[in-house]
């Protein structure tokens, strides 16, 4: 199998080297974090100093970062340049409330792009290609971030978006796209539309996929490989370290490899806290290396995962994760879109009329996601005109769908005929099965 390099020496620079290239750039984001407001107090109230860090094994006295923390810190706290070096915001879907906001300078964008091509190179896009994005542009990163990646290789760029599934495929075959990006429930569903359409899914020139932003199993790549007779390549990142980009699978598809030259990787038991033995399950933690507007340090992703050992035959010397086993938390992720329960609690209880219960029901049908929300209202909804019932179910949907991103099924029910929510009732049912 060929092994394709964007940049030959620092993918295969020898474990020793990186660590030293690691320890250097660990200490100086610690000096850039040390002028963001956030980081200036956290570190002088622990004593932090970046002359203290002697080797990468010190990264444990230094303090995890959380998505709370980014919250609370809304929305300039952990910034650590003067805002007019800062040319891009990014947030990730998910937060109540205040979004959890990040910022670039041009340098970050610069870099996160090249991240990006080295992903994509890697497992072959070139030039000649005809790249069409299919993940949704704006607040996220897969959309821009992909974009501009393709675009640094030279590929021919088509920002499709998300959705509109006819003209997806009519663009497919215009344009002659030879490589997508795509969320793996998203492809499934996409083959049933080619189907609809009396198209096979194999008569396109795509020959690879690019496939994130949501978890999937290896069977559904394979099937999703079946179906189009494509590659199909696991791409993994978070806004809070860029977006995508941050790991991504070679031509051997036998792990994701982790760009450790730009983060710093650990994997830690999140009930004690204390780094797991390599090779082992754990949620992983990163702390950003080169990002200058708003550096994190040891980040808690609350996805799970492992390292996998030992060298991959592609020569790349960063290490490999497998792909993401779950999460550590209750947030969900539909149609690519990462929604808490929390954020459906807290908006029903601002409506006049609903009461104390609701119960999330995830489905999966023809591979397309949908969400019901099942909630209970005053008794008296029922009692009289039904047009009062129907007004309130299209006021929750128009509230849930501006606060979570996605269209939910909403089903207004009589009191007391769900589960009660004290304690730790379960107040989501998750029935997709790929
Ligand atoms: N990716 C792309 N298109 C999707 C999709 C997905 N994950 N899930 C559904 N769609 C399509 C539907 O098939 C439908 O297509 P159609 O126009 O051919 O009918 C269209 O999007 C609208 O679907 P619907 O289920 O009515 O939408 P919604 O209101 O519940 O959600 C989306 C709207 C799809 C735009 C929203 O869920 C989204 O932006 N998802 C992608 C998020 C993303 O890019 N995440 C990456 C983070 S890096
Ligand atoms: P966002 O910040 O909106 O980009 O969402 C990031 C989250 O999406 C991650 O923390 C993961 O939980 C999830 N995610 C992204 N890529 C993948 C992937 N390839 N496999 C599984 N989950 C993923
Ligand atoms: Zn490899």
Not at 91 to 106: D, E, I, L, M, P
Not at 135 to 157: Q, S
Not at 390 to 416: A, F, N, Y
């Amino acid at each position: 199998m060929e092994s394709m390099f964007w940049e030959r020496e620092i993918e295969t620079l020898e474990r020793e080297e990186l660590e030293k290239l690691q320890l250097k750039r660990l200490k100086a984001t610690i000096r850039k974090a040390a002028k963001s407001p956030y980081y200036a107090r956290v570190f002088s109230e622990m004593g932090i100093k970046a002359e203290k860090i002697k080797s990468l094994a010190d990264v444990k006295h230094l303090p995890y970062t959380t998505k709370d923390d980014l919250r609370k810190q809304w929305p300039y706290g952990l910034v650590a340049v003067p805002r007019e070096k800062l040319v891009r915001m990014h947030s990730s879907s998910g937060t109540t409330g205040r979004a959890t906001v990040v910022f670039h300078t041009a340098k970050d964008i610069d870099k996160w792009t090249n991240l990006l091509a080295r992903c994509m190179y890697m497992v072959g896009l070139r030039k000649t290609d005809v790249f069409q994005n299919m993940m949704t542009y704006g607040l996220f990163t897969g959309g821009l971030g992909f974009h501009y990646g393709a675009e640094r290789i030279g590929a021919l760029v088509i920002p499709a978006g998300a959705g509109n599934s006819k003209r997806q495929i009519q663009l497919l075959f215009d344009f002659g796209t030879t490589a997508i990006h795509v969320i793996p429930s998203y492809a499934m569903h996409l083959a049933s539309v080619f189907e609809e359409m009396g198209l096979d899914p194999k008569s396109t020139q795509v020959r690879m996929a690019f496939i994130g932003a949501e978890p999937h199993s290896e069977k559904m790549r394979q099937r999703i490989e079946e179906i189009y007779g494509f590659k199909a390549y696991n791409s993994y990142g978070l806004s809070e370290m860029n977006g995508p980009g941050v790991a991504f699978e070679c031509p051997y598809q036998n792990g994701m490899h982790i760009w450790e030259d730009s983060f710093l990787v650990e994997v830690i038991d999140p009930k004690t806290l204390e780094p797991v033995p390599e090779g082992e399950q754990g949620e992983l933690v990163m702390t950003t290396l080169t990002r200058e507007g708003m550096p994190i340090i040891r980040y808690r992703t609350k996805d799970l995962t492992r390292i996998i050992s030992g060298p991959c035959p592609c020569g790349r010397t960063h290490r490999r994760i497998e792909r993401i086993m779950g999460r550590t938390d209750d947030m969900l992720i539909v149609k690519g879109v990462n929604i808490f329960p929390v954020q459906i609690e807290k908006r029903l209880l601002a409506v006049p009329g609903v009461g104390k219960n609701f119960l999330i029901i995830l489905e999966r049908e023809d591979y397309n996601d949908s969400m019901t929300v099942k909630v209970e209202v005053e008794r008296q909804y029922f009692q009289g005109d039904l047009g009062q019932l129907e007004k309130l179910r299209r006021k929750i949907t128009e509230e849930l769908k501006s606060e979570i991103l996605v269209t939910p099924k909403v089903d207004l029910v009589e009191p007391d005929s769900l589960p009660k929510s004290e304690g730790k009732a379960v107040r989501v049912i998750d029935n997709r099965k790929e």
